[in-house]
């Protein structure tokens, strides 16, 4: 009988409840995994045949992790659905997702695990046949995975471990992304990205406090254990750290002087500050005056966050094809 509502169910899964199931919004977060082939500079023009070919192909091994990652995503997004149920049905958003509303069944979520794990197993393994060296990726990644295992099931239930370990996810795709091409992983880039994803990750847990709130319904356990005054006093702190750790990057960073050529005592990488300030504060504004900070991805929709983050882009590429 629970077989035949099951294949039901799956029937009426449509395309579109798939890709909310596996979150194909947040898999834009990946993108952090080309941090390392925009910073080293690998954009700049190459100065031979040879060295435009090894380009291409770095390239392709940072697109082929990006595609590990995006199904390591899914799989997790998955898994901690999976281990969610129950209490997502409790939340009021939360319950429409495909499992806690019963449209997908946990036969096919389990299905879907295991084809997510091979594609990101043979694409990890695509990147060490493309790059020997480059060993270190597919390490990265079962690190990656095992954080969001560890996550759904442990650490999420701990005050202030829950948001360094998402923090920490974004870091293990900034590192992800320097082994698979590989480069010299600067400690300055993955202090910065913490400091971003742990300003982020505070803001997400003050909106689902608000929105407890509000409901009523502790839907997270670790919730009850903060207070949105010292959430604020942690989101502050996080946020001059980002703006701080940032500037330092510009002005110190071995990277930074590759920006500009010909001018080793003057690091141009420090004009992209303002675009950061602008951007922290930009996220600020947006996280307490709208509902979006919950959902950190739905920033994606603001046209001067996008507009801003677009110019810094940019202005960080146009300094990267520079010649020296």
């Not at 295992?149 to 370990?165: M, P, Q, R």
């Not at 002087?257 to 504060?281: C, D, H, N, Q, W």
């Amino acid at each position: 009988m629970q077989e035949s509502l099951d294949q039901a169910n799956n029937a009426r899964l449509s395309f579109r409840d798939l890709r909310r199931a596996i979150r194909t919004r947040q898999w834009a977060k990946n993108a952090l995994l080309f941090a390392g082939f925009l910073f080293a500079g690998h954009l700049r023009a190459p100065q031979s045949p040879l060295d435009h070919d090894m380009r291409w192909l770095e390239l392709a091994r940072v697109f082929l992790a990006f595609a590990c990652f995006c199904a390591l995503s899914a799989a997790a997004y998955l898994i901690n659905d999976w281990s969610d149920l129950e209490r997502d049905r409790l939340h009021p958003i939360k319950q429409h997702r495909p499992l806690a509303s019963g449209l997908m069944s946990v036969r096919f979520a389990a299905v879907l695990i295991f084809v997510f794990a091979i594609i990101a197993i043979l694409t990890a393994l695509a990147v060490v046949v493309l790059a020997p060296r480059a060993w270190g990726f597919p390490l990265a990644a079962i690190g990656y995975f095992a954080l969001t295992l560890a996550y759904s099931f442990a650490l999420k239930h701990e005050v202030i471990i829950d948001v360094l370990a998402l923090a920490s996810g974004f870091v293990i795709r900034v590192v992800a992304g320097c082994l698979a091409i590989p480069v010299e992983i600067s400690p300055w880039i993955v202090f910065c990205t913490f400091t971003l994803a742990l300003f982020i990750a505070l803001c997400k847990r003050r909106a689902e406090l608000l929105e407890m709130g509000e409901a009523g319904i502790p839907t997270r356990r670790v919730l009850p254990l903060y207070s949105v005054p010292l959430l604020d006093t942690f989101i502050a702190v996080a946020a001059g750290l980002t703006i701080t750790a940032y500037s330092l990057y510009t002005f110190n960073a071995t990277g930074s002087k590759a920006l500009s050529p010909g001018l080793e005592r003057t690091p141009l990488l420090m004009m992209t500050i303002p675009f950061v300030v602008y951007g922290v504060f930009r996220f600020l504004f947006l996280a307490h005056s709208s509902p979006v900070g919950g959902e950190p991805e739905t920033m994606l929709r603001d046209k001067p966050l996008m507009f801003n983050a677009f110019l810094w882009a940019l202005l960080v590429a146009l300094l990267t094809l520079v010649k020296k």
